[in-house]
């Protein structure tokens, strides 16, 4: 289990700055190829000869082919290292049925050495009511009552329970489950932790459309951001609370946050971003036509804003 | 084993003849229906409790999702009939990574009772080579030479045998592999059967575009249709040769030529199902830029032809 949280913050060109997802990938790769040399138990299940992986929430390639390599290639070398023939394997590239399969398919690595499904989904998303708190001016739990940041944390619970469930009805004994989570370190509040106040810049750019009557007061109140940055603590008590799995790891993963260069302004970078994350629940919502407007303004007050600062900080 | 070769030439509207495969599953639903209820040997996997389902190309719903659900009530049905409880049905749509996978996953009915994924190949395409006998003046085997017949004949048993040989290892102990073909009746002429007679048509059309200058005429004669139309007595043989089947069951399925309507010539619906067929080859191998010319051609041909009239006759 890793954790994606702040840490460094290097030189690096825009290309390795756009693609947050692949340095994820690098920094657990190292992790899982451990994991799978010490705790995948692979005499529960090398008689079958067929070796099944599973990408819950694949979207598009290249880098959802390099896990998927990199998983391979660790399996491989554990079925050789105790004397077993190379299994068949099989990936099953999960996401949303509206991501774009169509493009996964004609980019798969022709030289693969595996069949490849794609599938539409594994279950239903599970957060889809409104918050059952008053969350008045705000779209998150960060800097909210105590009421909002329970529900958060009530409806945390209940997807990780519901994910938990899902994954051991399909995982084989000695199997093992990778989850790798945007969290927050123990013991940090809510509200420094630099993803949620980058949460908070986006509703006070909302607050400032309301403002300028683009909005209404009451869409931004019945508006709330369906993320929550777990503890360490926050998942092990899930895990624990689930029994069907134990935690064999978990791991902080340092996650570089954008930077800008002579171009691009970091703000810039953050806020392409968020929109690309967000922009769907976002349009579903206050519609299409204040996309433009909103994510400029988030650039703007991203980079008139110290939050980058804050980031080395802590 | 079900063809599909000409039949009845009833009235009907546009949009019915516009789904040329609805027609096709529509008349090999009850053929299906009776190998599994006859056929199907569940005793040999229904201690598995699972039930796997390959749609072999899926192209597009809603026909995908009709044959498929036509095939689940058929095996639920023998399974309650033996006193087994209900299977989980796992369902693989299969078609070229180029196929609209995209719209197949947006479009899976909401309230099915099957797990879907998609598999954007199970094979390569077996015919990829140039034809090696030369076929002046012809894109097709059609009144072509005996050699030309013999290349396309033996190519047809090169890939079925591919076919068949990749089903044999993944279908169960007692399952069942429905084959829809198109093909002609044992003992017609390939220059009598009446798509090939399209072919023909077709081809005459891209040689009066070498007449007129505008595609070189080797161009023409490098070009060979990749379809083959086989008698149910080839088929059978390809069968027994591999030696991995029997035949449960082998019928011709009527099939109607598209009609057309007050606004729509017949002419103009073949044109345009050709076209929806057959430009992807085309392109590739005479570029886009003919494309309209040619499919109007076609389309003004068929009309002026007394092609309809034969379909009648054999």
Redesign the interface.
């Known amino acids: 289990m890793a954790f994606l949280v702040k840490g460094g913050n290097g030189q690096y060109s825009y290309s390795n700055n756009s693609s947050f997802q692949r340095g994820a990938i690098h920094a657990t790769k190292e992790l899982i190829n451990e994991a799978i040399a010490e705790n995948l138990d692979i005499k529960n299940f090398s008689s079958s000869n067929t070796f099944r992986v599973t990408d819950l929430g694949c979207s598009v390639g290249p880098n959802t082919f390099v896990a998927v390599q990199n998983i391979i290639d660790a399996v491989n070398l554990k079925y050789q290292s105790q004397g077993h023939r190379t299994p068949e394997f099989q990936v099953?590239f999960n996401d949303h049925?509206?991501n774009?399969?169509?493009t996964l398919?004609?980019s798969?690595p022709p030289d693969r050495l595996y069949?490849?499904?794609?599938?539409?989904e594994y279950q239903k998303r599970c957060w889809t009511k409104p918050l059952p708190a008053y969350n008045k001016g705000r779209i998150h739990y960060s800097n909210s009552s105590d009421k909002v940041v329970e529900a958060y944390a009530a409806q945390y619970a209940k997807d990780m329970e519901c994910f938990l469930n899902a994954r051991a009805q399909e995982v084989v004994c000695g199997g093992l489950v990778a989850i790798i989570v945007p969290g927050s370190p123990n013991g940090i509040p809510h509200s420094q932790v630099f993803v949620n106040m980058g949460s908070e810049l986006l509703g006070s750019c909302l607050l400032d459309m309301v403002q300028k009557g683009i909005i209404s007061e009451e869409k931004v109140d019945s508006f709330n951001l369906p993320t929550y940055f777990a503890s360490p603590q926050e998942v092990e008590a899930a895990v624990e609370r689930n029994g069907c799995f134990h935690i064999e790891r978990m791991e902080m993963v340092p996650q570089e946050i954008p930077s800008g260069n002579s171009s691009t302004s970091r703000g810039r970078v953050m806020s392409s971003h968020m929109r690309a994350g967000m922009s769907g629940i976002i349009k579903e919502h206050f519609g299409e036509e204040i996309i433009d407007e909103l994510f400029d303004a988030v650039h703007k007050k991203f980079d008139e804003s110290s939050l980058f600062e804050s980031w080395n900080r802590n």
Do not use: C, Q, R
């Not at 069949?115 to 539409?120: D, K, N, R």
């Open positions: 099953f049925a509206l774009d399969f169509n398919f004609t798969l069949y490849a499904a794609g599938v539409p």
